[in-house]
């Protein structure tokens, strides 16, 4: 296991093991972000992409409250406009290298998850909630996104990313309402791709998360098939096709594919190595 304790102001950390790298918002009890905490969350994404070991990211809040709050109110409160423009801009680039990197991102939904909270769990791939409430003794969860209390929009891609994954009616409705929901009504809306139950809940997220990668799973081919689905989205469909056989070929040429396709007219298991 190896830490990377230098992130600006400890505000996010970066813990890489065994092919998974848990980077962690820290700014309690709300985790709220800041500028600070987003050029922090940049250069975690950044390090962890560079990292040849990393095949996942998983991305949590510090505690057990929340995930993230957002964006710090206080501070949006008394900087200027511009200020506020130029930050609203750098976390939009922020979360669109998170989206964009070739390795599968897995939001782990630890606590509440609301605005900018949800807006940073829409840019990952999959996002885990924690099931709350009942006899567990944990809070249940909030999930959405209720800037319009605010007077405001989700401004770091939650009116984009939303719409794109629930649909134009029903994301236009989910904000212009601003209500806020349970994980089971997350993951019924299709917000959440699992509720976990909450005894042994982190053990079951780095579960989740080490099925992708090797020797069980060919990472690189779950890296190729991330930039195939979100690239290939924003695309006509004949480029998204260009691009699926560019990405094919691509993993034609590896160790991996190789390996995969050898076990199989062999009829063994395949011992992938994420290359």
């Given at each position: 296991?190896?830490r ?35 050029l ?14 990393v ?28 200020y ?38 829409l ?48 994301a ?5 309402t ?58 006509s ?39």
């Open positions: 296991m190896t990377n304790p230098d992130s600006p102001r400890a505000l996010v950390s970066l813990t890489t093991d065994r092919g998974v790298a848990v980077i962690e918002l820290n700014d309690p009890p709300a985790n709220t972000y800041s500028y600070e905490m987003m922090a969350l940049d250069a975690a994404v950044l390090k962890a992409r560079m990292d040849e070991s095949q996942v990211l998983v991305l949590r809040g510090a505690g057990e409250k929340f995930f993230s709050a957002g964006a710090d109110i206080r501070m949006l409160a008394r900087v200027t406009p511009a506020k423009y130029y930050f609203c801009l750098h976390a939009n680039e922020t979360l669109n290298r998170l989206e964009q990197t070739p390795k599968l991102v897995i939001a782990a939904i630890n606590g509440h998850c609301v605005g900018g909270g949800l807006e940073v769990a840019a990952a791939d999959i996002r885990l909630a924690r099931r709350g409430g009942g006899k567990t003794g944990l809070p249940e969860l909030k999930i959405g996104l209720p800037e319009v209390t605010l007077g405001v929009l989700p401004g770091t891609g939650g009116t984009q990313r939303l719409a794109r994954l629930v649909g134009r009616a029903r236009l409705e989910m904000m212009a601003g209500r806020t929901f349970t994980p089971e009504e997350a993951a019924a809306a299709g917000i959440v791709t699992q509720v976990l139950e909450a005894e042994g809940w982190w053990d079951r997220v780095l579960e989740y998360a080490r099925q992708f990668t090797p020797p069980g799973k060919a990472a690189k081919a779950v890296g190729a098939i991330k930039r195939a689905v979100a690239s290939g989205s924003e695309m469909f004949a480029e998204g096709l260009a691009l699926e056989r560019e990405l094919q070929q691509q993993l034609f040429q590896s160790a991996d594919a190789a390996e995969g396709i050898a076990a199989y007219v062999e009829k063994r298991t395949p011992k992938f190595r994420g290359i």
